[in-house]
């Protein structure tokens, strides 16, 4: 609707995770290079948290999208589910889903699969994301996968995406020996006010900006206050402070369209009136 009257070539501020608009904050590009790190260290266990909106899913498609020929990964998006048909789901990304569908015939066809891929010079590595909504039992299943290993090296790489309820779950008596094999974890951290800033320009200009700002320095300021630098927050707050200047026939955002935004999004920071001066 307004891409035209702010010369934009498509829309900026989607909410649908794109890694063609990825912006390497501070903590993005620290969990991004942990994750290789912890890949080429031969570590079969690792966590990433952080909550709603902050990145996880397309912190996830990033480190996909770089990995080398050498690696096979198995990708589960929502792993909500019972733990036979997580393992099965599991075995049908690595190719080997055919056969008895118990628990323990699936393990063992997905400990000769990843033998047959470890022989052909492949590494493996199963990204769970919103891992917080695995039933406790499906949680348990993961440390059956955690041990499909050689004498010398681990057959599978396991990374698990969640919001800080995971961190809750794994705190369980029941999950300590789980809990104990993760070597690695990272909290994604939100934008600060530079790198709110410096996001909302780096998606103007991949969606074709070239121009003068569209946002003022007190919308940016408002922007970060009301999102509190959660990316989502500020792609919703964004596009409709975009719609209302649109609507008022101004080409650029002042902070008093992304207050009416936030008056009108859930989950948005709203100024109270009262000033600890």
Known sequence: MYLAHFGLTQAPFGITPDTEF????TSHQEGLNLLHFALASGEGFIKIVGEVGTG????????????????RAAYLPNPQMEPRAFLREVADDLGTAD???????????????????????????????EAQT??????ESLRLLSNLETEKRKLLHIILFGQPELDEMLEAHSVRQLRQRIVF?????KLDVDETGNYVEQRLR?????GEPIFSKAAMKALHRHSAGTPRLVNILAHKALLASFG???RLVDAR??????KDTEGATRDTGWWPW
């Not at 990825?22 to 904050?25: A, G, L, N, V």
């Not at 974890?185 to 951290?189: E, I, N």
């Not at 991949?206 to 070239?210: K, L, R």
């Open 56 to 71: 996880k899913t397309v912190l996830c498609r990033n480190f996909l999208s770089e990995l080398g020929p050498e690696w």
């Open 99 to 129: 056969g008895e569908p118990e628990a323990a015939h699936v393990v063992k066809r997905l400990n000769r699969r990843l033998l047959d891929l470890a022989r052909a010079g492949k590494k493996v590595v199963l990204c769970i994301d």
């Open 248 to 250: 008022e026939g101004r």
């Open 134 to 139: 695995m039933p406790r039992l499906t949680l």
């Open 257 to 262: 369209h992304i207050k009416a935004a936030a």
């Open 185 to 189: 974890h990272h909290y994604l951290r």
């Open 206 to 210: 991949i969606a074709g900006h070239s």
């Open 22 to 25: 990825i912006y390497p904050s």
